[in-house]
């Protein structure tokens, strides 16, 4: 993949591709990605913007699973919704640890962490801006 925007279609693909629960579940996202592309946008993201953005909409989907609403699962129940959000969670983290990004990795940990904590404080509305601010920081900007 080498287009920052694709990310939710390669993303798609893969889930599909797996053959877990979760593949039968699997929809096109009507959405264009946000956050993958502007982590792939800044510097630190330079030599692989297309597998930032790919990362950071992994974990945008695990999150979303969790709190919201999904852009690629469709008809599940919400046991799968959480253990396929945990799943894309690690997916992420471990597609950027093999990058060998650990200030990265530690603010994506960090960010699911903030969000959890968040959600369960009723301040689920200071989500966005926390996304926005680590996905900035993630790319280098």
């Known amino acids: ?3 920052p925007a694709a990310a939710l279609r390669v993303l798609a693909a893969q889930l599909r591709e797996e053959s877990t ?12 990605p946000v956050f993958g592309p502007l982590a792939a946008a800044g510097p630190r993201a330079a030599a692989g913007p297309a597998e930032y953005a790919l990362v950071v909409e992994a974990v945008r989907e695990g999150y979303l699973l969790h709190y919201g609403e999904p852009r690629l ?9 959480l253990l396929a959000g945990d799943y ?7 597609r950027l640890a093999a990058l060998g990004d650990t200030e990265a990795v530690h603010q994506l940990a960090d960010l699911i962490s903030a969000c959890a904590q968040l959600h369960t404080e ?5 989500a ?3 996304w926005r601010d680590t996905v900035r920081a993630i790319g280098g900007a």
């Open 1 to 3: 993949m080498s287009d």
């Open 21 to 32: 629960p979760i593949s039968p579940h699997v929809v096109d996202s009507a959405e264009e």
């Open 73 to 81: 699962l469709a008809g599940h129940d919400p046991d799968l919704a």
């Open 88 to 94: 894309l969670y690690a997916l992420g983290i471990e």
């Open 122 to 126: 009723g301040r689920e509305d200071q």
């Open 128 to 130: 966005p801006g926390r």
